[in-house]
């Protein structure tokens, strides 16, 4: 059976912890992205995090149901970190731009916990804002209900897709990172025209580009291909289904 949540206002009355802090949602957060980062994710436990609150461990099922909880609130607030600061300015395509090249950047920027998050549906505060500003910015711009669900698709998972596979690569070894981007300059720039011709025509170029991530272009490539659709919809109509 899941534990129950203790509400906000009776979690702020509880005694700090034995080093004299008093905990909160946000800290509990935050302590778990630094136990991703320094341990992966299979460092992430409840006892290691209440060694690292200097906590009984079970304190923290009054703010969480259980770890898979956690995680949610995790993956929320790098929502909730892509999204500071972020206004719409009524131009559509500049402000979809913004808002993916901050998730993305918000993700990448913690990539262990990216790989446990960016699969999970959350819920929560930040993702519905998330969520209701990408709607709207594409509502606003004059795309109908079945084009902006289809776009609003299309936008959020590949820019969650591509935050998954950038941080996959982040979170390997420094070793496995160098051997990968390594291969490309070794292994594919040396394949010989003859048996190859076009990785051998274009590895110069490969060896910039795929040590890079491809998400700023299939963005853009998105982007085009809706503002192509809004365009042929001002001129002629939707389509009759």
């Known amino acids: 059976m899941a534990k129950q949540v203790v509400p906000e206002e009776r979690r702020r009355r509880r005694r700090p912890t034995r080093s004299g802090t008093v905990l909160s949602e946000r800290l509990i957060v935050e302590a778990a992205l630094r136990l991703l980062r ?8 409840a006892r290691r995090l209440g060694l690292a609150l200097d906590c009984d461990p079970s304190t923290l099922y ?10 949610l609130a ?3 607030a790098l929502i909730g970190e892509a999204l500071r600061g972020w206004r719409p300015t009524g131009q559509w395509r500049a402000d979809l731009h913004a808002v993916g090249v901050r998730i993305h950047a918000a993700y990448v920027a913690h990539p262990q916990a990216a790989q446990l998050t960016t699969s999970r549906v959350t819920g929560r505060a930040n993702e519905l804002a998330a969520d209701e500003a990408v709607l709207d910015v594409l509502r606003t711009a004059g795309f109908p209900l079945p084009e902006t669900v289809r776009i609003y698709h299309a936008f959020i998972d590949q820019t969650l897709a591509f935050a998954a596979l ?15 981007d390594g291969m490309w300059r070794s292994t594919y720039a040396r394949l010989p025209v003859e048996t190859h011709p076009r990785i051998a025509e274009a590895a110069a170029l490969l060896s910039t580009r795929m040590v890079t991530s491809a998400y700023p272009t ?6 085009d291909s809706a503002q192509t659709r809004l365009a042929a919809l001002r001129e002629h109509g939707p389509a009759e289904s």
Request: no cysteine.
């Open 38 to 45: 320094e341990h992966g994710s299979t460092g992430l436990t």
């Open 62 to 71: 009054r703010y969480f149901r259980g770890m898979d909880d956690l995680t």
């Open 166 to 180: 950038d941080a996959a690569a982040l979170a390997l070894p420094r070793a496995a990172q160098r051997a990968d």
């Open 74 to 76: 995790i993956g929320d």
């Open 218 to 223: 299939a963005l853009e490539m998105l982007l």
